[in-house]
């Protein structure tokens, strides 16, 4: 079966469910049952079905991208690698382990992704998505950013939280801007497919350039297999079975290394906050395929 | 014996030890031997030995104080009355019980203290102390404000964590303000000593105006026995048996109802953050007069 | 007003409510409106009201008395003197705290002063209860005793686990079986508050020989203030103001030192586990008397 | 390079390191320096390199063959399939989730396992591994077992615990008795590889048997890949990329679907309890073959 009959069929068969996150109102107003997918092959090749170039929220997907560009040793010595064992927000092992985030896909880790990037961070997001995507008009949603702040207090929490024990470098203010406007950027399947395609090439990006090592492209492999999905990334690497990092906005970006890259979307997400289509999607994807990891 | 017999004995005879607070220059600079007491019969009379009549930062004490300000049917449906069991400065039990602190003693309860009184909170405190012990040049010092302030991370996390429960009704920054002007203020033990009688007269002020009905005293004493010595209420509710709050600046302040109010200054702490002489001290004044409440 | 007055005034007046303890069956089926209460003055005179002279299964109660004959700088290496601020059995301390439970009031606690007591611990403390009420038919409901084992896996992994970290002394099974014997005493509101003044007069007992010095009276008194009723100690501090111990068999021990000991008896508890009309009741009694501690 | 040339290489180049296991005398007294390798392809052909002949014993690598004997919807309402986030006997989950363990992979989801597939579990687990490595003679350690049985608190607190709230169904004894029994197998590399091929043959057992359907298989490899090697899952996901199970014997099995399983054995373990020589050499075969899942 072609890739485009593929992901046809998919869409045909897809079973949407679950509710709109609903803790900010741009969010809350997006219909559960909207539905896109996107398959970008190693060539750069897109086969899409559904609203697959709708731009959409991407929220918690930018950890991924934000993890590619900070990642090196330096980083690990200010967040682990473990998955976290309890609900995405969770303060107690942060306290229990003296600041250090257990990993870069909790809000936690992912604030110190941020602070390590440094000021300029969301700007060096968007630049990277843009030439990956070969998309300029990429932007940042400013409703969703500035109601992401309003709604700041636990990320603002976090981050005091981590400068107490001496693992925060920039102020506050200036990471918690950083990091809203990454969550905040909307594009779409299509383009977030083509934008992952770098860690199916283990870490070369677009234009042949190499943006991490075979090394640092399998770290950030990991870390989505097993940290990518909430709470549930267990149950995601089963019925799955690839890395993927899903987002709140009710995407997910999932990796066949050496094959091709994927991206689902489906607004209605499951108690953990993961979408409730986009999990279906990708199990139907990789049960039709055989490309599974295990 | 009298009054001021005893507590000349107890000058005499108290064991220092421990090291002064040492996260702001300006506790940490203070010699942890120094040592002052003095004690407050219902008349207002003062009996007092050592450095009782030298100023000195209350820090944490002033919780007792905002407590008796705000206490009231409302405060006890944003704070706990219960021991916390767990270090003063704990995240995790506000995560278990949704943003509700464990009691008003603890930095988070505190904080919803504080928030409880508004804008103006400090200043309400310092007008009440001043009144209570006839002394107009109580105020605060700006130097432990300015310190506490820079090193408040971990607070700011915990007012924007409860901020996100939804447990604070204004700017955390306003919160932090008056918080730390709070516990910056300097006073001496004589002057605290008659700022506390109101707790021994059952809530009656100096002038003869009630502060508190019997039953709002009884709640301040009562959470003061069970959660007014850190980590240590047990061992302090042994060993001194009496209603008390200590702050890191070495002070404590203790309260026999229907007869005084003490007030010692140690500032060498133990581990868990409370005065090594001032514990001493009121151990021997227990002991001596057998005015413990078991 | 007498003390025949009071109690007869205050079983006319509480309200009763709750549900009995519902976990064993011998439990269960007691009326929970039933009510009795005695005050026992220092000569050992009793003034009581209600079902004052009914045997009930005095449950943790036993708790306070097997702390009192266990007492020591020993026990105290194995069993520390501070709240708990979280559910009576809870494991998360005795993990984080190696093994040593955080008072002798919980379940691990107490199974650590029984194990300290060693064999024959329940068959000492009977003694003990006949000797201070004068009652010798005072015994082990075995029916009781016999559901409690039943449904003993909590408490049979608390004490394994402390087993585990080398604060178990005797084998778990002598343990469990002598802990569940002492919480199977059945006795009344007349024995219990008899058998409770040697904490009002400082530890002598009802022959005149002393059980504890005042220090080991005091230190029984006040983990009993801070940790006697489950995880409302300090609302019990608050509304009674004494030193007291409550068991699921519906009875509260409360002392005033240097006064009398009191009993109360009502089924119905409350969520945390305590006597709904047990503390109304003391809550009436101390407000009439104003023996409060503070 | 031919698998036979390869596991000579890495045997010649592997770094032990760290300490054996000292809990019990029988594993301490195991040299940490001493290595063996074996690599089963799918036609049951083994390549081994230094003592890959050696019985050793297999500690929790037991755990991933009776979850394979075990699994089942009905296993998964009593057994959790999430990351654990914590040290491998920790009873702070088991707490806060209702006596319901993280994995299959911790100690107290793993004697759920046993207490699954019951009586004579341990007998079933020994005919399994016999049958798929040809090898009669591997039988249960008895020095290891009584040790183990010795040293159990912790797991008989764990099972107590989860029998008081209704999640076990057999006699704690005849589990805690049935599992020792399984950890104390004692077998060799060459042994455990073969026995491990029906993993990477999506469930077909060496004689063509189906023993798991291709989405059980799946399941259990998704299991050893998020939560195989105790808190450092992410870690070993990141530097070797495939399912795996450790043990304190020094043990790991790995699997590559679809191609080959391998063993390693070195006794010195690192912080989290995982092998040193072990991980490293199947980091460098990953390193040398490419064929990390990642």
Redesign the interface.
């Known amino acids: 079966m072609e890739l485009q009959q593929l992901v046809d069929r998919i869409a045909a068969e897809v079973m949407p469910g679950g509710a709109s996150a609903d803790y900010i109102p741009a969010l809350a107003r997006v219909d559960a049952r909207r539905f896109g997918m996107a398959v970008a092959t190693l060539d750069g090749e897109v086969s899409g079905a559904g609203e697959y170039r709708q731009p959409f929220s991407i929220q918690s997907i930018s950890k991924a991208f934000t993890l590619a560009l900070a990642v090196g040793d330096e980083l690990w010595e200010r967040v682990?690698?473990?998955?976290?064992?309890?609900p995405f927000n969770?303060?107690?092992?942060?306290?229990t382990e003296n600041g250090i985030p257990?990993?870069p896909f909790i809000n936690a880790g992912a604030l110190v992704v941020t602070d390590h990037l440094g000021p300029g961070a969301s700007d060096r997001l968007l630049a990277f998505l843009r030439e990956e995507s070969g998309n300029d008009t990429i932007g940042i949603d400013e409703e969703v950013a500035k109601s992401e702040l309003d709604h700041g207090?636990?990320n603002?929490?976090?981050?005091?939280?981590m400068?107490?024990y001496g693992n925060?470098r920039n102020p506050?203010d200036m990471v918690l801007h950083e990091y809203v406007r990454q969550c905040s950027i909307a594009m779409s399947c299509a383009d977030l497919a083509k934008s992952a395609l770098f860690l199916a090439r283990h870490g070369v990006r677009n234009d042949g350039e190499r943006l991490l090592g075979v090394s640092g492209?399998?770290?950030v492999?990991?870390?989505m297999?097993?940290?990518g999905t909430y709470?549930?990334?267990?149950?995601f690497?089963?019925r799955v079975?690839l890395?993927g990092k899903s987002g709140v906005g009710g995407g997910i970006v999932a990796v066949v290394?050496g094959r091709c890259a994927i991206c689902v979307w489906g607004p209605g997400l499951d108690a953990r906050g993961n979408s409730v289509a986009g999990v279906d999607a990708l199990d139907r994807f990789t049960t039709l395929t055989g490309w599974?990891?295990?």
């Open positions: 682990g690698r473990e998955p976290s064992g309890s969770s303060l107690v092992q942060l306290e257990r990993n207090d636990r603002r929490a976090l981050a005091h939280f400068a107490s925060m506050v492209a399998k770290r492999n990991a870390v297999l097993t940290c709470d549930a990334a267990g149950q690497a089963y079975g890395p290394p599974s990891v295990f």
